[in-house]
């Protein structure tokens, strides 16, 4: 049974910093690309952040450009989030997921899903 594991999420004033974990289980992630997406309480889901499989090309939404970097640790089956310089605006459900093409990850399409992890910044 695949499962992507999310952790890190929780409540950080505005202007601080979270990293976020998502942990692959039940098999071999390395050749796959792997991303973040988000979905605020009332709004649609939203592409966040992907990197390829091999590591080097990573991939952001304009919002979050020069604030988050994505990161991967092939060894670990496990993708980060480093999130800094937080808003208000970056509160929502961060989910993880995971697709042999990065393609359908930047249209917000995947195989794998993780079950979310909340991050709530306060003003």
């Known amino acids: 049974q695949v499962q992507l594991v999310e952790s890190g999420g929780g409540l950080v004033q505005a202007g601080g910093s979270l990293r976020l974990s998502c942990a692959a289980s039940g098999r071999t992630f390395s050749m796959y690309a792997m991303g973040w997406v988000r979905q605020a309480p009332g709004k649609e889901r939203e592409f966040v952040a992907a990197?390829?499989?091999?590591?080097?090309?990573?991939y952001y939404a304009d919002s979050v450009k020069g604030r988050f970097t994505i990161s991967r640790d092939s060894a670990k089956n496990t993708v980060y989030l480093q999130m800094n310089s937080l808003k208000p605006e970056d509160t929502a459900v961060y989910y993880c997921n995971a697709d042999p093409a990065i393609g359908r990850l930047l249209a917000g399409e995947s195989d794998y899903w993780g079950q979310g992890t909340q991050v709530t910044v306060s003003s």
């Open positions: 990197i390829s499989w091999s590591g080097p090309s990573t």
